[in-house]
């Protein structure tokens, strides 16, 4: 993997090839990112750049051996270490599943957890690093280095290494020399604190609004109203933004512009008729809807506080938003933002959609019009 294909993240790669360049490279690193910030796809480029031999300034040359190799992710000088499962067949050993972690990261360096285990488990197994794949770590790395200055472990997921890391500790310690222990990691407080003290951090932030746009554009040929849209969902996770690329189009901010008038209006027979579109849409609909009405609301609160400039709402969603904040306050927001909440709740939880809709609707028109006659007076 090359540091152009990690979307974003150009003060971390800086920072890593800058460590290179100086020669201060620590053994013991922790790329802690939460999920789609490319944590692990970080710990693949910086892996590819340590080991190239030509290593030109910005990122690896991708031509020589040791590029090659580490592309296709069989550098014999590269190991992982993931969470696996034991079963029938095969040890819970991560050499016993590499042919699956390759497919996987070649497919998408992205991937979560539920993403892997769902992958190598029929069942609903939880997938775990053993005792026995920590001992066959430290054999791998006492190993001599085959080709390349470095020896690298790449050991992806530590939050699932339970009591068994200690087992490590000797090794994240005093790592033989020319070895580079890249640990990969989602959650600090799942981690155990002797691996914590024991790694140089480096914290991964969300992907910037900007170059997550730009994939979306670029590798999935999203119009840039689209992707804007999605990035703001997303909220700089990549992962995330893949789940909602291959949702279907949603007509959410339709059926809310259209709620909202309804309610602005208080006509009782256009709300009858709303609720009964809405009540077609189906559970996993209506609480997306829920979920873009939380969203919009929060970029409402947002954009009276930074300008309209700077929003992230789309035109029609910052019409609708200016003309909402003419007689809403931020308490009121609040009190529907709630509401919206619990309605997501109540629909989860098998609520009778038209009933929900109609008195949670009925609140707001009630909320609204006490707006209206105060505003008034
Ligand atoms: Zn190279």
């Known amino acids: 993997m090359f540091f152009k294909d990690v979307i974003g993240q150009q003060a971390v790669k800086d920072k890593l090839i800058r460590s290179v360049k100086e020669q201060r490279v620590s053994h013991t690193q922790l790329f802690l990112g939460s999920e789609g910030t490319g944590n692990l796809s970080l710990a693949l480029a910086f892996a590819q750049y340590v080991n190239c031999e030509k290593r030109p300034d910005a990122d690896s040359c991708g ?41 996987a990261l070649l497919e998408n360096p992205y991937l979560n957890y539920l993403d892997w285990v769902t992958r190598i488990a029929e069942e609903n197994k939880q997938g775990n690093i053993s005792a026995d794949e920590c001992r066959e ?22 939050e699932r290494l339970g009591k068994e890391g200690n087992i490590l500790l000797k090794l994240f310690e005093e790592p033989s ?20 003290s024991r790694s140089q951090v480096l914290q991964i932030p969300r992907i910037d609004d900007n170059s997550l746009i730009d994939v979306l554009i670029n590798r999935h040929d999203l119009s840039r109203q689209n992707a804007a849209r999605i990035v703001r969902r997303a909220d700089g996770n990549y992962h995330e933004a893949l789940r909602l690329i291959n949702q279907v189009e949603d007509n959410n901010q339709e059926l809310f512009n259209q709620w909202m008038q309804v309610l602005y209006k208080n006509d009782i027979s256009e709300l009858v008729k709303w609720v009964e579109d809405i009540a077609q849409i189906g559970r996993e609909n ?3 809807f829920f979920r873009y009405g939380l969203e919009f609301l929060h970029e409402c609160i947002l954009m009276q506080q930074v300008g309209q400039q700077q929003s992230r709402l789309q035109e029609e969603e910052k019409r609708l938003a200016t003309w909402l ?22 629909i989860e939880r098998n609520a009778h959609p038209k009933i929900l809709y109609m008195n949670l609707s009925l609140r707001l028109m009630r909320m609204i019009s006490r707006k209206k006659l105060s505003l008034s007076a």
């Open 63 to 103: 031509k020589c051996t040791s590029c090659i190799k580490a592309q296709k992710l069989i550098h014999p000088d590269v190991h992982f270490t993931f969470p696996t499962i034991k079963a029938k067949d095969r040890n819970a050993l991560s050499s016993e599943y590499m042919k699956e972690w390759r497919a």
């Open 137 to 158: 770590v430290f054999s791998k790395l006492s190993l001599k280095v085959f080709e390349s200055e470095y020896k690298i472990l790449i050991l992806w997921m530590p």
């Open 177 to 196: 020399e020319k070895t580079l222990i890249l640990l990969v990691a989602e959650n600090l407080n799942l981690l155990l604190p002797t691996i914590i």
């Open 286 to 288: 209506q609480k997306s």
């Open 325 to 346: 904040s003419q007689h809403m306050r931020i308490e009121d927001w609040q009190q529907m933002a709630e509401s919206f909440d619990n309605s997501h709740y109540h």
